[in-house]
Protein backbone atom coordinates (compact mmCIF):
# COMPACT_ATOMS: atom_id res chain seq x y z
CA UNK A 1 0.00 0.00 0.00
CA UNK A 2 2.85 2.60 0.76
CA UNK A 3 4.38 1.49 -2.12
CA UNK A 4 1.65 2.18 -3.95
CA UNK A 5 0.86 5.50 -2.48
CA UNK A 6 4.52 6.44 -3.43
CA UNK A 7 3.89 6.02 -7.02
CA UNK A 8 0.80 7.66 -7.10
CA UNK A 9 2.31 10.81 -5.16
CA UNK A 10 5.39 10.78 -7.71
CA UNK A 11 2.81 10.88 -10.54
CA UNK A 12 0.84 13.84 -8.92
CA UNK A 13 3.64 16.08 -8.54
CA UNK A 14 5.66 14.99 -11.76
CA UNK A 15 4.33 18.08 -13.68
CA UNK A 16 5.67 20.41 -10.70
CA UNK A 17 8.57 18.40 -10.12
CA UNK A 18 10.35 18.38 -13.80
CA UNK A 19 10.84 22.57 -12.84
CA UNK A 20 12.65 22.21 -10.08
CA UNK A 21 14.76 19.11 -11.04
CA UNK A 22 15.34 20.17 -14.96
CA UNK A 23 18.71 22.13 -15.75
CA UNK A 24 18.78 25.05 -17.43
CA UNK A 25 21.84 27.11 -18.71
CA UNK A 26 19.81 29.63 -19.96
CA UNK A 27 15.65 30.32 -20.15
CA UNK A 28 14.75 33.24 -21.65
CA UNK A 29 11.82 34.59 -23.03
CA UNK A 30 10.60 37.95 -24.53
CA UNK A 31 7.77 40.13 -24.14
CA UNK A 32 5.77 41.49 -27.31
CA UNK A 33 2.40 42.48 -28.32
CA UNK A 34 0.60 45.54 -29.15
CA UNK A 35 1.36 48.79 -27.55
CA UNK A 36 4.80 47.45 -26.05
CA UNK A 37 7.72 49.21 -27.95
CA UNK A 38 10.49 46.99 -26.63
CA UNK A 39 11.00 43.61 -26.09
CA UNK A 40 13.40 41.83 -22.86
CA UNK A 41 14.60 39.20 -22.47
CA UNK A 42 14.81 37.56 -18.57
CA UNK A 43 17.33 35.08 -18.33
CA UNK A 44 16.44 32.65 -15.04
CA UNK A 45 19.47 29.91 -13.95
CA UNK A 46 19.31 26.94 -12.05
CA UNK A 47 15.54 25.31 -11.66
CA UNK A 48 14.87 28.95 -13.10
CA UNK A 49 10.92 28.30 -10.58
CA UNK A 50 12.76 29.50 -7.66
CA UNK A 51 14.53 32.56 -8.73
CA UNK A 52 11.12 34.02 -10.70
CA UNK A 53 9.17 33.59 -7.56
CA UNK A 54 12.05 35.12 -5.44
CA UNK A 55 12.32 37.92 -7.97
CA UNK A 56 8.83 38.39 -9.60
CA UNK A 57 8.30 41.81 -8.01
CA UNK A 58 11.31 43.86 -8.83
CA UNK A 59 11.15 42.21 -12.70
CA UNK A 60 7.83 42.72 -13.05
CA UNK A 61 7.69 46.71 -11.82
CA UNK A 62 10.92 46.91 -15.10
CA UNK A 63 8.39 45.62 -17.22
CA UNK A 64 5.77 48.19 -16.50
CA UNK A 65 8.55 50.55 -16.85
CA UNK A 66 9.17 49.69 -20.47
CA UNK A 67 5.93 49.62 -22.31
CA UNK A 68 3.81 52.61 -22.68
CA UNK A 69 0.18 50.98 -23.54
CA UNK A 70 -2.08 50.67 -20.23
CA UNK A 71 -3.07 47.67 -21.87
CA UNK A 72 0.22 46.21 -20.53
CA UNK A 73 -0.94 46.25 -16.98
CA UNK A 74 -2.86 42.54 -18.15
CA UNK A 75 0.24 41.29 -18.46
CA UNK A 76 1.85 41.75 -15.06
CA UNK A 77 -1.27 41.97 -13.43
CA UNK A 78 -0.96 45.61 -11.42
CA UNK A 79 -3.41 47.90 -10.77
CA UNK A 80 -4.72 49.92 -13.82
CA UNK A 81 -5.78 46.79 -15.81
CA UNK A 82 -8.07 43.88 -15.64
CA UNK A 83 -5.71 41.50 -13.47
CA UNK A 84 -5.48 38.96 -16.85
CA UNK A 85 -2.98 37.12 -18.02
CA UNK A 86 -2.25 37.54 -21.88
CA UNK A 87 -2.02 34.71 -23.22
CA UNK A 88 -1.09 35.09 -26.39
CA UNK A 89 1.71 36.71 -25.20
CA UNK A 90 2.48 33.65 -22.57
CA UNK A 91 2.15 31.04 -25.75
CA UNK A 92 5.18 32.57 -27.52
CA UNK A 93 7.35 30.69 -24.79
CA UNK A 94 8.72 27.83 -26.60
CA UNK A 95 9.01 25.57 -23.20
CA UNK A 96 5.43 24.67 -22.08
CA UNK A 97 6.41 23.77 -18.79
CA UNK A 98 8.23 27.23 -18.07
CA UNK A 99 5.08 28.91 -19.98
CA UNK A 100 2.71 26.93 -17.30
CA UNK A 101 4.98 28.14 -14.40
CA UNK A 102 4.99 31.85 -15.39
CA UNK A 103 1.40 31.78 -15.98
CA UNK A 104 1.05 30.49 -12.01
CA UNK A 105 3.48 32.85 -11.14
CA UNK A 106 1.84 36.20 -12.64
CA UNK A 107 -1.57 34.88 -11.41
CA UNK A 108 -0.10 35.01 -8.06
CA UNK A 109 1.58 38.21 -9.00
CA UNK A 110 -1.85 40.24 -9.58
CA UNK A 111 -3.16 38.54 -6.05
CA UNK A 112 -0.38 39.90 -4.25
CA UNK A 113 -0.57 43.45 -5.59
CA UNK A 114 -4.40 43.06 -4.50
CA UNK A 115 -3.35 41.11 -1.29
CA UNK A 116 -0.83 43.62 -0.04
CA UNK A 117 -3.80 46.32 0.04
CA UNK A 118 -7.15 44.98 1.18
CA UNK A 119 -6.56 44.66 4.94
CA UNK A 120 -5.23 48.14 5.19
CA UNK A 121 -8.95 49.49 4.04
CA UNK A 122 -10.58 46.47 5.89
CA UNK A 123 -13.60 47.72 8.35
CA UNK A 124 -12.91 44.95 11.15
CA UNK A 125 -15.98 46.09 13.01
CA UNK A 126 -18.22 45.97 10.01
CA UNK A 127 -17.49 42.51 8.78
CA UNK A 128 -17.49 41.23 12.24
CA UNK A 129 -20.66 42.23 12.56
CA UNK A 130 -22.04 40.76 9.85
CA UNK A 131 -20.63 37.65 10.36
CA UNK A 132 -21.66 37.58 14.19
CA UNK A 133 -25.29 38.36 12.64
CA UNK A 134 -25.06 35.19 9.88
CA UNK A 135 -24.30 33.07 12.36
CA UNK A 136 -27.69 34.19 14.81
CA UNK A 137 -29.43 33.63 11.62
CA UNK A 138 -28.35 30.12 10.80
CA UNK A 139 -28.79 29.13 14.44
CA UNK A 140 -32.31 30.54 13.95
CA UNK A 141 -33.19 29.67 10.60
CA UNK A 142 -31.87 25.84 10.61
CA UNK A 143 -34.67 23.82 13.43
CA UNK A 144 -32.93 21.84 15.52
CA UNK A 145 -35.41 19.08 14.35
CA UNK A 146 -33.99 19.77 10.95
CA UNK A 147 -30.35 18.92 12.54
CA UNK A 148 -31.08 15.96 14.06
CA UNK A 149 -33.14 14.70 10.99
CA UNK A 150 -29.59 15.50 8.98
CA UNK A 151 -27.51 14.04 11.78
CA UNK A 152 -29.44 10.62 11.64
CA UNK A 153 -29.30 10.25 7.98
CA UNK A 154 -25.40 11.16 8.21
CA UNK A 155 -25.25 8.23 10.97
CA UNK A 156 -27.17 5.74 8.88
CA UNK A 157 -24.11 6.09 5.87
CA UNK A 158 -21.87 5.55 8.50
CA UNK A 159 -23.80 2.67 10.13
CA UNK A 160 -24.23 0.61 6.94
CA UNK A 161 -20.30 0.83 5.89
CA UNK A 162 -19.76 -0.20 9.07
CA UNK A 163 -22.15 -3.41 9.30
CA UNK A 164 -21.06 -4.15 5.20
CA UNK A 165 -17.36 -3.92 6.23
CA UNK A 166 -17.35 -5.78 9.44
CA UNK A 167 -19.88 -8.55 8.27
CA UNK A 168 -17.52 -9.03 5.06
CA UNK A 169 -13.89 -8.49 6.64
CA UNK A 170 -13.82 -12.50 6.74
CA UNK A 171 -13.37 -12.35 3.46
CA UNK A 172 -9.63 -12.59 1.38
CA UNK A 173 -8.84 -8.75 0.63
CA UNK A 174 -10.77 -6.99 -1.04
CA UNK A 175 -11.39 -3.48 -1.94
CA UNK A 176 -15.31 -3.46 -0.87
CA UNK A 177 -14.57 -4.31 2.81
CA UNK A 178 -11.56 -1.99 2.98
CA UNK A 179 -13.72 0.82 2.16
CA UNK A 180 -16.52 0.64 3.72
CA UNK A 181 -14.15 -0.25 6.85
CA UNK A 182 -12.22 3.09 6.01
CA UNK A 183 -15.39 4.85 5.72
CA UNK A 184 -17.11 3.79 9.21
CA UNK A 185 -13.58 5.11 10.85
CA UNK A 186 -13.48 8.29 8.60
CA UNK A 187 -17.01 9.49 8.96
CA UNK A 188 -17.11 8.19 12.95
CA UNK A 189 -14.74 10.88 13.53
CA UNK A 190 -15.19 13.73 10.91
CA UNK A 191 -18.79 13.88 11.03
CA UNK A 192 -20.18 12.49 14.27
CA UNK A 193 -17.40 13.20 17.07
CA UNK A 194 -16.19 16.30 15.57
CA UNK A 195 -19.19 18.03 15.50
CA UNK A 196 -20.82 16.93 18.34
CA UNK A 197 -17.41 17.61 20.45
CA UNK A 198 -17.61 20.95 19.38
CA UNK A 199 -21.75 21.29 20.78
CA UNK A 200 -23.18 21.70 17.36
CA UNK A 201 -26.29 19.38 18.57
CA UNK A 202 -25.77 20.86 21.89
CA UNK A 203 -29.37 22.76 21.59
CA UNK A 204 -30.85 19.95 20.30
CA UNK A 205 -33.67 18.87 22.87
CA UNK A 206 -33.56 14.98 21.70
CA UNK A 207 -30.17 15.20 20.90
CA UNK A 208 -29.54 12.10 23.25
CA UNK A 209 -25.77 11.04 23.31
CA UNK A 210 -24.82 13.59 20.93
CA UNK A 211 -23.83 16.22 23.07
CA UNK A 212 -20.58 17.55 23.74
CA UNK A 213 -20.45 16.70 27.59
CA UNK A 214 -21.03 13.49 26.96
CA UNK A 215 -19.74 12.22 23.97
CA UNK A 216 -16.96 9.44 23.85
CA UNK A 217 -15.59 10.99 27.39
CA UNK A 218 -15.71 10.34 30.88
CA UNK A 219 -14.60 6.30 30.45
CA UNK A 220 -13.08 3.88 27.81
CA UNK A 221 -16.32 2.15 27.39
CA UNK A 222 -17.84 5.70 26.30
CA UNK A 223 -14.88 6.41 24.31
CA UNK A 224 -14.75 2.65 22.29
CA UNK A 225 -18.86 2.86 21.76
CA UNK A 226 -19.29 6.57 20.79
CA UNK A 227 -15.79 6.98 18.67
CA UNK A 228 -13.28 4.58 18.84
CA UNK A 229 -10.11 5.60 17.15
CA UNK A 230 -6.39 6.62 17.88
CA UNK A 231 -7.04 10.22 19.82
CA UNK A 232 -8.46 10.68 23.54
CA UNK A 233 -11.56 12.65 23.32
CA UNK A 234 -10.54 14.53 26.25
CA UNK A 235 -6.75 14.65 24.47
CA UNK A 236 -8.70 15.97 21.21
CA UNK A 237 -11.19 18.56 22.65
CA UNK A 238 -7.90 20.61 24.30
CA UNK A 239 -6.10 20.51 21.25
CA UNK A 240 -8.51 20.69 18.78
CA UNK A 241 -11.75 22.36 20.13
CA UNK A 242 -9.34 25.25 21.81
CA UNK A 243 -5.39 25.36 20.93
CA UNK A 244 -6.38 24.60 17.30
CA UNK A 245 -9.58 26.74 16.86
CA UNK A 246 -8.81 29.66 18.58
CA UNK A 247 -5.09 29.96 18.21
CA UNK A 248 -4.94 29.13 14.51
CA UNK A 249 -1.92 30.07 12.34
CA UNK A 250 0.29 31.02 15.39
CA UNK A 251 2.82 29.52 17.03
CA UNK A 252 0.41 27.75 19.41
CA UNK A 253 -1.35 26.02 17.57
CA UNK A 254 -0.73 22.73 17.48
CA UNK A 255 -1.78 22.02 13.85
CA UNK A 256 0.66 24.41 12.28
CA UNK A 257 2.04 22.55 9.26
CA UNK A 258 4.69 24.56 8.64
CA UNK A 259 6.15 24.64 12.08
CA UNK A 260 5.54 21.22 13.04
CA UNK A 261 7.32 20.23 9.18
CA UNK A 262 9.94 22.39 10.09
CA UNK A 263 12.58 19.80 10.32
CA UNK A 264 12.07 18.43 6.97
CA UNK A 265 11.57 21.87 5.30
CA UNK A 266 15.09 23.35 6.31
CA UNK A 267 16.80 19.34 5.42
CA UNK A 268 19.25 19.09 3.28
CA UNK A 269 17.96 16.08 1.06
CA UNK A 270 17.24 16.30 -2.51
CA UNK A 271 13.39 17.32 -3.33
CA UNK A 272 12.37 14.06 -4.57
CA UNK A 273 13.33 12.31 -1.19
CA UNK A 274 11.50 14.87 0.73
CA UNK A 275 8.07 14.09 -1.30
CA UNK A 276 8.85 10.46 -0.98
CA UNK A 277 9.52 10.71 3.17
CA UNK A 278 5.64 12.34 2.98
CA UNK A 279 4.20 10.05 0.97
CA UNK A 280 5.71 7.81 3.63
CA UNK A 281 3.88 9.68 6.43
CA UNK A 282 0.60 9.85 5.03
CA UNK A 283 -0.99 6.30 5.79
CA UNK A 284 -0.02 6.56 9.47
CA UNK A 285 0.01 10.28 10.38
CA UNK A 286 -2.61 9.60 13.05
CA UNK A 287 -1.11 7.30 15.50
CA UNK A 288 2.51 8.21 14.57
CA UNK A 289 1.72 11.84 15.44
CA UNK A 290 -1.54 13.03 16.24
CA UNK A 291 -2.56 10.46 18.52
CA UNK A 292 0.36 11.58 20.54
CA UNK A 293 0.26 15.10 20.46
CA UNK A 294 -2.99 15.18 21.36
CA UNK A 295 -2.50 13.74 24.60
CA UNK A 296 0.70 15.97 25.20
CA UNK A 297 -1.70 18.84 24.90
CA UNK A 298 -3.95 17.38 27.29
CA UNK A 299 -0.86 16.74 29.73
CA UNK A 300 0.45 20.30 29.59
CA UNK A 301 -3.30 22.22 29.75
CA UNK A 302 -4.11 19.92 33.15
CA UNK A 303 -0.43 21.20 34.26
CA UNK A 304 -1.40 24.94 33.71
CA UNK A 305 -4.81 24.04 35.57
CA UNK A 306 -3.21 22.78 38.73
CA UNK A 307 -0.58 25.56 38.52
CA UNK A 308 1.94 23.52 38.08
CA UNK A 309 5.37 24.73 36.78
CA UNK A 310 6.36 23.23 33.23
CA UNK A 311 9.96 21.58 33.24
CA UNK A 312 13.20 23.56 32.51
CA UNK A 313 14.19 23.17 29.29
CA UNK A 314 10.77 21.57 27.93
CA UNK A 315 9.79 23.05 24.28
CA UNK A 316 5.71 22.99 24.80
CA UNK A 317 4.96 24.06 21.02
CA UNK A 318 7.04 21.39 19.27
CA UNK A 319 4.91 18.65 18.19
CA UNK A 320 5.44 15.32 20.09
CA UNK A 321 5.76 12.11 18.04
CA UNK A 322 5.69 8.19 18.89
CA UNK A 323 8.98 7.76 17.31
CA UNK A 324 10.01 11.11 19.67
CA UNK A 325 8.32 9.57 22.59
CA UNK A 326 9.76 6.19 22.71
CA UNK A 327 13.65 6.98 21.13
CA UNK A 328 13.77 10.87 22.19
CA UNK A 329 17.22 11.73 20.74
CA UNK A 330 18.07 15.24 22.05
CA UNK A 331 17.53 16.79 25.47
CA UNK A 332 14.09 18.78 25.03
CA UNK A 333 12.76 15.43 23.89
CA UNK A 334 13.93 13.86 26.62
CA UNK A 335 12.62 15.61 28.61
CA UNK A 336 9.05 15.60 26.92
CA UNK A 337 8.96 12.05 27.10
CA UNK A 338 9.99 12.14 31.17
CA UNK A 339 6.73 14.23 31.23
CA UNK A 340 4.78 11.79 29.13
CA UNK A 341 5.84 8.75 29.33
CA UNK A 342 5.62 6.06 26.39
CA UNK A 343 4.31 4.02 29.25
CA UNK A 344 1.29 5.62 30.22
CA UNK A 345 0.65 6.42 26.68
CA UNK A 346 0.16 2.91 25.70
CA UNK A 347 -1.72 2.39 28.49
CA UNK A 348 -4.22 5.36 27.94
CA UNK A 349 -4.31 6.18 24.54
CA UNK A 350 -3.05 3.71 22.38
CA UNK A 351 -3.62 0.18 23.72
CA UNK A 352 -7.69 0.27 24.20
CA UNK A 353 -8.32 1.28 20.58
CA UNK A 354 -5.72 -1.16 19.07
CA UNK A 355 -6.63 -4.03 20.95
CA UNK A 356 -10.51 -3.30 20.50
CA UNK A 357 -10.13 -2.96 16.64
CA UNK A 358 -7.41 -5.02 15.73
CA UNK A 359 -8.02 -8.22 18.00
CA UNK A 360 -11.25 -8.31 19.53
CA UNK A 361 -13.74 -7.29 17.01
CA UNK A 362 -12.25 -10.29 14.31
CA UNK A 363 -11.70 -12.95 17.65
CA UNK A 364 -14.93 -14.76 17.22
CA UNK A 365 -13.93 -15.53 13.59
CA UNK A 366 -11.19 -17.97 15.93
CA UNK A 367 -14.18 -19.73 17.03
CA UNK A 368 -15.38 -21.17 13.62
CA UNK A 369 -14.75 -24.90 13.59
CA UNK A 370 -13.12 -26.92 10.85
CA UNK A 371 -9.79 -24.95 11.26
CA UNK A 372 -11.16 -22.36 8.80
CA UNK A 373 -11.17 -19.89 11.76
CA UNK A 374 -7.67 -18.74 11.98
CA UNK A 375 -7.40 -18.56 8.07
CA UNK A 376 -10.75 -15.70 8.52
CA UNK A 377 -9.13 -14.38 11.45
CA UNK A 378 -5.69 -13.42 9.15
CA UNK A 379 -8.53 -11.83 6.18
CA UNK A 380 -9.78 -10.01 8.50
CA UNK A 381 -6.69 -8.53 10.36
CA UNK A 382 -5.45 -7.62 6.89
CA UNK A 383 -8.59 -5.89 5.63
CA UNK A 384 -8.70 -4.10 9.01
CA UNK A 385 -5.20 -2.84 8.24
CA UNK A 386 -5.49 -1.75 5.04
CA UNK A 387 -8.86 0.31 5.80
CA UNK A 388 -6.25 1.72 8.62
CA UNK A 389 -3.81 2.70 6.00
CA UNK A 390 -6.95 4.07 3.78
CA UNK A 391 -8.58 5.86 6.22
CA UNK A 392 -5.09 7.70 7.26
CA UNK A 393 -4.64 8.68 3.64
CA UNK A 394 -8.06 9.92 2.89
CA UNK A 395 -8.00 11.66 6.61
CA UNK A 396 -5.11 13.61 5.64
CA UNK A 397 -5.99 14.85 2.27
CA UNK A 398 -9.16 16.02 3.99
CA UNK A 399 -7.84 17.40 7.01
CA UNK A 400 -4.39 18.33 6.96
CA UNK A 401 -4.45 20.51 3.62
CA UNK A 402 -7.46 22.56 5.52
CA UNK A 403 -4.73 25.31 6.82
CA UNK A 404 -1.86 24.80 4.84
CA UNK A 405 -0.31 26.23 1.42
CA UNK A 406 1.23 29.61 0.07
CA UNK A 407 -2.19 31.41 -0.22
CA UNK A 408 -3.22 31.05 3.27
CA UNK A 409 -1.92 33.60 6.44
CA UNK A 410 0.23 32.40 9.60
CA UNK A 411 -0.25 35.36 12.63
CA UNK A 412 2.22 35.95 15.22
CA UNK A 413 0.13 36.74 18.39
CA UNK A 414 -3.33 36.10 19.36
CA UNK A 415 -6.75 37.95 19.35
CA UNK A 416 -10.08 37.58 21.09
CA UNK A 417 -12.41 34.98 19.94
CA UNK A 418 -15.69 36.33 18.02
CA UNK A 419 -14.01 39.74 17.47
CA UNK A 420 -13.50 41.45 14.09
CA UNK A 421 -10.10 40.00 13.82
CA UNK A 422 -10.72 36.55 14.95
CA UNK A 423 -13.35 36.36 12.09
CA UNK A 424 -10.93 37.91 9.52
CA UNK A 425 -7.84 35.18 11.00
CA UNK A 426 -10.23 32.41 10.56
CA UNK A 427 -11.18 33.31 7.15
CA UNK A 428 -7.78 33.59 5.69
CA UNK A 429 -5.56 30.63 7.03
CA UNK A 430 -8.50 28.72 6.27
CA UNK A 431 -9.71 27.03 2.76
CA UNK A 432 -12.96 25.36 1.64
CA UNK A 433 -13.00 22.55 -1.10
CA UNK A 434 -15.81 21.71 -3.53
CA UNK A 435 -19.31 21.34 -2.08
CA UNK A 436 -23.19 21.94 -2.02
CA UNK A 437 -24.54 18.32 -1.80
CA UNK A 438 -24.77 15.54 1.22
CA UNK A 439 -22.85 13.12 -1.13
CA UNK A 440 -20.31 15.56 -2.04
CA UNK A 441 -20.04 17.13 1.38
CA UNK A 442 -19.78 13.20 2.81
CA UNK A 443 -16.79 12.52 0.81
CA UNK A 444 -14.90 15.73 2.40
CA UNK A 445 -15.71 14.31 5.98
CA UNK A 446 -17.86 17.85 6.02
CA UNK A 447 -14.56 19.01 6.41
CA UNK A 448 -15.12 21.18 2.73
CA UNK A 449 -16.85 23.55 5.01
CA UNK A 450 -13.69 24.59 6.61
CA UNK A 451 -13.75 28.09 6.92
CA UNK A 452 -17.34 28.22 8.25
CA UNK A 453 -16.76 25.68 10.58
CA UNK A 454 -13.65 28.08 12.60
CA UNK A 455 -15.64 31.11 11.80
CA UNK A 456 -18.55 29.41 13.58
CA UNK A 457 -17.26 26.29 15.77
CA UNK A 458 -20.89 25.20 17.58
CA UNK A 459 -22.88 24.65 14.16
CA UNK A 460 -24.47 21.55 12.82
CA UNK A 461 -23.28 20.09 9.51
CA UNK A 462 -26.83 21.29 8.07
CA UNK A 463 -25.94 24.68 8.91
CA UNK A 464 -22.71 24.88 7.68
CA UNK A 465 -24.14 23.76 4.53
CA UNK A 466 -26.66 26.48 4.55
CA UNK A 467 -24.64 29.36 5.42
CA UNK A 468 -21.28 28.54 3.32
CA UNK A 469 -22.33 30.73 0.11
CA UNK A 470 -23.78 33.63 2.62
CA UNK A 471 -20.37 34.03 4.33
CA UNK A 472 -18.96 33.94 0.74
CA UNK A 473 -20.60 36.85 -0.29
CA UNK A 474 -20.15 39.09 3.14
CA UNK A 475 -16.03 38.42 2.22
CA UNK A 476 -16.60 39.42 -1.25
CA UNK A 477 -18.70 42.32 -0.15
CA UNK A 478 -15.32 43.10 2.44
CA UNK A 479 -12.78 42.09 0.43
CA UNK A 480 -11.52 39.51 2.77
CA UNK A 481 -10.18 36.52 0.47
CA UNK A 482 -11.90 33.57 0.79
CA UNK A 483 -10.32 30.46 -0.89
CA UNK A 484 -11.93 27.50 -2.34
CA UNK A 485 -10.28 25.02 -4.24
CA UNK A 486 -10.25 21.50 -5.22
CA UNK A 487 -9.20 19.09 -2.45
CA UNK A 488 -6.00 17.62 -4.87
CA UNK A 489 -5.00 21.32 -5.47
CA UNK A 490 -5.04 21.77 -1.72
CA UNK A 491 -3.20 18.75 -1.32
CA UNK A 492 -0.05 19.25 -3.39
CA UNK A 493 0.10 23.13 -1.53
CA UNK A 494 0.18 21.67 1.36
CA UNK A 495 2.86 18.98 0.58
CA UNK A 496 4.65 21.91 -0.96
CA UNK A 497 4.47 23.42 2.31
CA UNK A 498 5.34 20.41 4.30
CA UNK A 499 8.88 19.75 1.99
CA UNK A 500 9.55 23.77 1.95
CA UNK A 501 9.08 24.29 -1.47
CA UNK A 502 6.64 27.31 -0.49
CA UNK A 503 5.39 28.97 2.50
CA UNK A 504 2.41 30.70 3.80
CA UNK A 505 2.37 34.37 4.20
CA UNK A 506 3.28 36.52 7.59
CA UNK A 507 0.08 38.72 8.23
CA UNK A 508 1.09 41.90 9.71
CA UNK A 509 -1.03 41.58 12.85
CA UNK A 510 -0.52 45.38 13.49
CA UNK A 511 -2.79 46.43 11.53
CA UNK A 512 -5.61 44.53 12.95
CA UNK A 513 -7.73 46.48 15.77
CA UNK A 514 -5.84 47.10 19.07
CA UNK A 515 -8.60 45.96 20.72
CA UNK A 516 -9.29 43.08 19.03
CA UNK A 517 -5.92 41.68 20.61
CA UNK A 518 -5.82 38.99 23.38
CA UNK A 519 -3.70 40.64 26.18
CA UNK A 520 -1.35 39.67 28.11
CA UNK A 521 -3.55 37.05 29.61
CA UNK A 522 -3.84 35.47 26.70
CA UNK A 523 -7.27 33.37 25.87
CA UNK A 524 -8.44 31.10 28.52
CA UNK A 525 -11.26 28.99 28.91
CA UNK A 526 -13.94 27.24 31.04
CA UNK A 527 -14.60 24.01 29.54
CA UNK A 528 -13.04 22.25 26.88
CA UNK A 529 -16.56 20.64 24.97
CA UNK A 530 -18.80 22.64 22.44
CA UNK A 531 -18.36 27.03 22.11
CA UNK A 532 -15.81 28.28 24.28
CA UNK A 533 -18.20 30.41 26.25
CA UNK A 534 -20.07 27.86 26.82
CA UNK A 535 -20.05 26.23 30.85
Known amino acids: MIAVLIILVGAFFQGSAANLFRSRSACAFAWSGRGIKTAKKWQYQEAGVRRLR???????????????????????????????IDKALLSELNDPDLARTVRRDLEKAAYTETAEKWYHNLDYDAFGAEVTALGKRLKQDCGEMDNMKHLRKILRWRDAAMVIGVLSMALPPN???????????????????????????????????????????????RRLADWGDWMLPEAWNVEHNRLHHYRLGEPADPDLVEQNLQFLRDDPMPMTAKYLYVAMLVPIWKWLYYSPNTFKELKLAQMRSEKQELPEGLQPERALTLKRMVFPENEAEQIMANLITPGEYFRKVFAPFAVTRFFLLPAPLLFIQGGVGPVLFGHAIINLILAELLTNIHSFITIVTNHAGEDLYKFDDSVRPKSGAFYVRQVISSTNYNYGNDALDFCHGWL????????????????????????????????????????????????????????????????????????????????????????
Not at 496 to 524: L, N, R, Y
Open 54 to 84: SEWHPRYQMAREEVSDASATRIVGLPGGDQK
Open 175 to 221: PLTVVALSTWTYASWTMVAHHTCHGGYNRAPNAGKYKSKKFGAGSTF
Open 448 to 535: NYQIEHHVWPDLSMLQYQRGAPLLREICDRHNVPYVQENVWIRTRKTIDVMVGKTSMIQFPTKVEPAKDKAGASGITWKSTHGAIDED
